[in-house]
């Protein structure tokens, strides 16, 4: 093994093998078992044997490469633009089962580059896979960009100054941005510098682990996507009804005291979908899920200043259910006007 640069080898190596540790959590040990979670775990098995095949042919001296794992490298990246395509749309639908077509698609592709690989070998037709690696980088470019397309809708919030993108929505764009760089870097890899492929994925990986590990991300980043819900609009008198519902059930169950509530709990407790409820907070109540919930929090904590004033403003703010003390000083004084010490001041 060539180890002239034992800096770049760690780099290369240790995001390859990170990224088949983050593929087998989501594919086999993930506690939220979403269909979601299998495309994504796909996506990152098939860049980490495309990367960890660059890594091999790098450091590897030539008269020891094993062939196979070229072959198995370069037919990974076959797959790689359909894992990033139904990861794309089962997150912006929400699926909750893997559909039949896209069974029959990827199977289709599976077995396409499969039967390339058992008929042409790698091993003894060099000058085929030569050619077909053409068509391999081809057919990722099609559903990169078909991604691209799926997520138009996000990406036009994203660029609007009135709008503002869930988490979910910024996490999506992240991951395709990361696989665009990615294709890109190994075209013009390709033809200047072959490594700058590999440093590519170790750097967009770790990106998308640090945002990931983030326990506020965590939590966000497997929230449903909203949906556009022009096309059917809720009743008024369900609106009605919907909304004097959510509020006793926060008056009485006290939802928003729970950090770690979701949007699909609450949905559950009503007994309507996610959608439905993401749909009455935000085109008939004006509000996002946690601005909603925040609303409450603000109201507990003015009663709780009013009513225990010997209480640390930090134990306040907890016991109301904001996370940290800056989110319950920040979003107290963006709500009421003052910050919760100004406000208790105000009550003597």
């Keep these: 093994?060539?180890?002239?640069?034992?800096?770049?080898?760690?780099?290369?190596?240790?995001?390859?093998?990170?990224?088949?540790?983050?593929?087998?959590?989501?594919?086999?040990?993930?506690?939220?078992?979403?269909?979601?979670?299998?495309?994504?775990?796909?996506?990152?098995?098939?860049?980490?044997?495309?990367?960890?095949?660059?890594?091999?042919?790098?450091?590897?001296?030539?008269?020891?490469?094993?062939?196979?794992?070229?072959?198995?490298?370069?037919?990974?990246?076959?797959?790689?633009?359909?894992?990033?395509?139904?990861?794309?749309?089962?997150?912006?639908?929400?699926?909750?089962?893997?559909?039949?077509?896209?069974?029959?698609?990827?199977?289709?592709?599976?077995?396409?580059?499969?039967?390339?690989?058992?008929?042409?070998?790698?091993?003894?037709?060099?000058?085929?896979?030569?050619?077909?690696?053409?068509?391999?980088?081809?057919?990722?470019?099609?559903?990169?960009?078909?991604?691209?397309?799926?997520?138009?809708d996000i990406l036009a919030k994203f660029l609007s100054k009135t709008k503002k993108c869930t988490t979910s929505e910024i996490w999506l764009l992240i991951v395709t941005l990361g696989n665009v760089l990615i294709y890109i870097a190994y075209l013009v890899g390709y033809y200047y510098l072959y490594l700058i492929g590999t440093v590519t994925f170790s750097i967009?990986?770790?990106?998308?682990?640090?945002?990931?590990?983030?326990k506020k991300n965590r939590d966000s980043i497997f929230q449903a996507v909203p949906q556009k819900y022009n096309a059917k609009k809720i009743d008024k008198p369900e609106v009605d009804l919907l909304v004097e519902k959510l509020d006793i059930l926060m008056k009485e169950k006290e939802l928003y005291k729970n950090t770690n509530v979701k949007l699909l709990s609450v949905a559950k407790e009503l007994n309507i979908t996610q959608h439905k409820l993401s749909q009455l907070l935000n085109d008939n109540i004006g509000k996002s899920f946690s601005s909603f919930l925040n609303d409450y929090r603000v109201e507990e904590s003015k009663r709780l200043l009013k009513e225990k004033s010997k209480f640390t403003l930090e134990s306040i703010g907890f016991e109301a259910g904001f996370s940290s003390k800056s989110s319950f000083y920040a979003t107290f004084k963006k709500v009421v006007g003052k910050t919760p010490a100004q406000y208790q001041k105000d009550l003597l």
Aim: hydrophobic content about 55%; some cysteine; proline content about 2%.
């Design 204 to 214: 967009v990986f770790y990106v998308l682990l640090i945002f990931f590990v983030s």
């Design 1 to 152: 093994m060539n180890l002239d640069n034992p800096l770049v080898f760690f780099i290369c190596s240790l995001g390859v093998f990170n990224g088949f540790l983050v593929s087998t959590y989501f594919l086999f040990f993930s506690k939220q078992k979403r269909v979601q979670n299998l495309w994504f775990g796909l996506l990152v098995l098939f860049l980490s044997l495309r990367i960890g095949k660059s890594v091999y042919r790098i450091f590897v001296p030539k008269e020891e490469l094993n062939l196979l794992v070229m072959q198995i490298g370069l037919s990974a990246c076959f797959l790689i633009g359909v894992s990033l395509f139904f990861y794309i749309k089962t997150s912006i639908e929400d699926s909750q089962t893997v559909s039949k077509s896209s069974k029959i698609h990827f199977t289709a592709l599976f077995l396409i580059i499969s039967s390339v690989g058992l008929l042409k070998p790698y091993e003894t037709n060099l000058e085929f896979w030569g050619v077909f690696f053409k068509v391999i980088y081809s057919v990722w470019a099609i559903y990169l960009l078909a991604s691209i397309y799926l997520l138009k």
